[in-house]
């Protein structure tokens, strides 16, 4: 059984950045679609960005394009979430996501079937 496990969540201030990281052990990731989520208090989940099996991507959120980006660091069998600029309203739980199939990214709200227990975000002052 796949088991992600989101890191590199915290406090940070408007205009900063931060690293999130989301790993799985035993597993490769390299040949899995994987996306990037978040929920806000009060909010539904909303895709964010998803790379595909061959490294394709895609941000879903027009509000996060241009920040946000997301790629694969295989060595460490891992998928990396880059967010600059951060604003208030990326405040969230950011989750990670896996599928084997289909293995390319498609429309926002489609199935994933291997999910992390999420990471919180917060970006204030």
């Known amino acids: 059984q796949l088991q992600l496990v989101e890191s590199g969540g915290g406090l940070v201030q408007p205009g900063g950045s931060l690293r999130l990281s989301c790993a799985a052990s035993?597993?490769?990731?390299?040949?899995?679609?994987m996306a990037w989520f978040r929920q806000a208090p009060g909010k539904e989940r909303e895709d964010v960005i998803c790379?595909?099996?061959?490294?394709?991507?895609?941000t879903y959120l027009d509000s996060v394009k241009g920040r946000f980006t997301i790629s694969r660091d295989s060595s460490k069998s891992a998928v990396i979430l880059e967010m600059s600029s951060l604003k208030a309203e990326d405040t969230a739980v950011y989750y990670c996501?896996?599928?084997?199939?289909?293995?390319?990214?498609?429309?926002?709200?489609?199935?994933?079937?291997?999910w992390g227990q999420g990471t919180q975000v917060t970006v204030s002052s």
């Open positions: 996501a896996a599928r084997a199939h289909p293995w390319l990214c498609g429309s926002p709200g489609e199935r994933y079937d291997f």
């Open positions: 035993g597993f490769t990731l390299d040949y899995y679609a």
């Open positions: 790379i595909s099996y061959g490294g394709g991507t895609k």
